[in-house]
């Protein structure tokens, strides 16, 4: 096992209408606040009503940035970081999906920096503080209510690319299953993806004797796997969205790659076909993952062995490592296509255009991943196979 360092300040506020805990856990902030939502599901769920009125009993002034896109742009953050300057803003509290969150913990940190955010994502710079933050979240995937990341869009330039400190770890978070009832199905799909992408990114690893982490991992997939599908079935199901939301946050809050390598190339592939072609995050990971498993797996077979048979039950009585390895990636597969993710960036309308500018963006600095090093050549690969 390596060695690590586990820091996580976040506050977790977990359960139905905990909502009402808001003004208080804002309070001890200040009363200035810039509250930052999507694109209106916040309104017409009724949410917007609730945060505003507890916000109002705290006598808080309340500065609004809405708009948040799916694949929050700098632009939008940079409006965001004007009204925090201009406002002298205290608090910056994010309401809605991960966008909204990366975006509210890119303002935060921006609001205390003289030069361009931006800079914080290609490192030029380093970020030494940020307003506070806190979220109420909408949507199970991407586990940002209990990191210190972020990732933004650079439309003009087409990159996606991300950011974190110690910094921007919310306060807290507010995390209320029946706020996710509303979440349409596919955006239900692109969470669960997501959060079983993370999962694979910390998993499949090269450490060895990691068992307590591995069954960590594993615990997660088998629990998303199972309440995903009745989240599909059935949206209010409040354990189904609980399990999932909860499954989010441990899936990438700092638990799983405690003493473990990770790898994260597929994320870094994936961020540069969304930087240029604006798609849903979990929707590109649906594609790439199973094309990644199968382009890596014989660099240690024995961990697909073991994915197969303890994740997805494959029977390994008369066959190969090889033939267990492949049954548990074709089940991976076929779970996300059942769950009605895509299988082919040609379902997204994406040809072969920009491969290599892609495969050159995502090895800029060098070779991705850690289970296998993966070079530019080795990207396109992954790519094509994913046509
Ligand atoms: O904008 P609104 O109207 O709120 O609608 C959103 C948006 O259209 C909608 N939505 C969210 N909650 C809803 C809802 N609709 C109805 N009811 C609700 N309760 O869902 C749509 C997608 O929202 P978005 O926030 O974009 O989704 P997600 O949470 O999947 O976030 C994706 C972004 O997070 C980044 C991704 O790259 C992508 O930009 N990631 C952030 C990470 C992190 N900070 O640690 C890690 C991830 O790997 C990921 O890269
Ligand atoms: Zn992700």
Known sequence: MNAFELYNPTKLVFGADKVNRLGE????YGKRILLVYGGGSIKASGLYDDVL????????????????EPNPRLSTVNKGIEICRK??????????GGSVLDAAKAIAAGALYDGDVWDFTIHKAVIKEALPLGTVLTLAAT????????????????????????FVYPKFSILDPKLTYTVPSNQTVNGIVDIMSHVFEQYFSLT?????????????????????????????????????????????????????????????IEHEVSAIYDIAHGAGLAIIFPNWMKYVYKERIGKFVQYAVRVWNV?????????????????????????????TLGELGINDEHLERMAE???????????????????????AASL
């Not at 009125?53 to 948040?68: D, R, Y």
């Not at 289970?371 to 990207?379: G, N, R």
């Open 25 to 28: 856990l804002v309070e001890p």
């Open 208 to 268: 060895t004797d990691i068992p307590l982490q591995e069954r960590f991992a594993e615990s997660i997939l088998l629990t998303v796997i199972e309440n995903g599908e009745k989240a599909i079935a059935n949206g209010s199901d409040y354990d189904a969205r609980a399990n999932l939301l909860l499954a989010g946050t441990y899936a990438l809050n700092g638990t799983l790659p405690n003493g473990v390598t990770t790898d994260w190339a597929t994320h870094g």
């Open 87 to 96: 406002e002298k803003i205290e608090f910056v509290l994010a309401v809605g």
């Open 143 to 166: 586990g940002s209510e209990m990191n210190g990341n972020a990732v933004i869009s650079n439309w003009e330039t087409k990159q996606k690319r991300g950011l974190g400190s110690k």
């Open 53 to 68: 009125f507890q916000l109002n009993g705290i006598n808080a002034v309340v500065h609004e940035l809405s708009g948040i």
């Open 361 to 383: 963006e995502a090895t800029q600095f060098g070779p991705i991943g850690s289970f296998k090093q993966l070079t530019k050549d080795d990207v396109v690969s992954i790519l």
């Open 315 to 343: 029977d390994p009585n008369g066959k190969s490592d090889d033939e267990i390895a492949l049954a548990g990636i074709e089940a991976t597969r076929a779970y996300f296509t059942r769950i009605g993710a895509p299988a």
